[in-house]
Every structure is written in structure tokens, then in C-alpha cells.
């Protein structure tokens, strides 16, 4: 198992972005939380959501040799051979 260390901010900023995703904050709301724009705001979910996209595609990788296909279908494409 692998330990992450996270300092408040980073800890702060994750939550607000997952909250956002959810819906349970509004981008306006976020902006004043973690100091940025609302462009920003977007960016960062953005890279969130694809980074736990390609995380949760690792984590069901049934075998090594297949990281690739399960990569590109976390991330939405079609396996390079069908």
C-alpha cells in the first residue's frame, strides 16, 4: 500500500473539488474557498476527474499486459485492438 502526504491546503482543495463534482458546492462557492478563478475552478476538475478515471481503470486492470486497454477505456477511447 502506498502513503500519500498531503499538506491542509492540498487536503482543503481536494475536498472542495470533490464537492463540486458532486454538487453540493457551487463553483462561485469554491472560487472564494480556494482562491481561484472560476476558469481555474473547471481545470482542476477537469484533471481531477480524469486522473481518477485512469486510477480506477489501474485498480480493475485485470493483467498486466492489458494496463493500456483499461487505460483507454477509463479515459472513454476504444481499446486499440477490439
Known amino acids: ?3 500519500i502526504t498531503i499538506s491542509r ?3 482543503m482543495r481536494l475536498r472542495v473539488l470533490i464537492d463540486v463534482g458532486d454538487g453540493r458546492l457551487s ?3 469554491a472560487t472564494g474557498l480556494i482562491g481561484v478563478g472560476r476558469r ?3 481545470r482542476l ?3 481531477f476527474l480524469r486522473r481518477l478515471r485512469i486510477a480506477v481503470a489501474v485498480d ?3 493483467e498486466p499486459h492489458r494496463l ?3 487505460v483507454r477505456r477509463g479515459l472513454g477511447l476504444r481499446p486499440r485492438h477490439p
Open 60 to 62: 480493475f486492470a485485470p
Open 9 to 11: 491546503n492540498e487536503l
Open 27 to 29: 463553483v462561485e462557492d
Open 68 to 70: 493500456e486497454d483499461a
Open 1 to 3: 500500500m502506498t502513503v
Open 40 to 42: 481555474q475552478i473547471y
Open 45 to 47: 476538475l477537469d484533471a
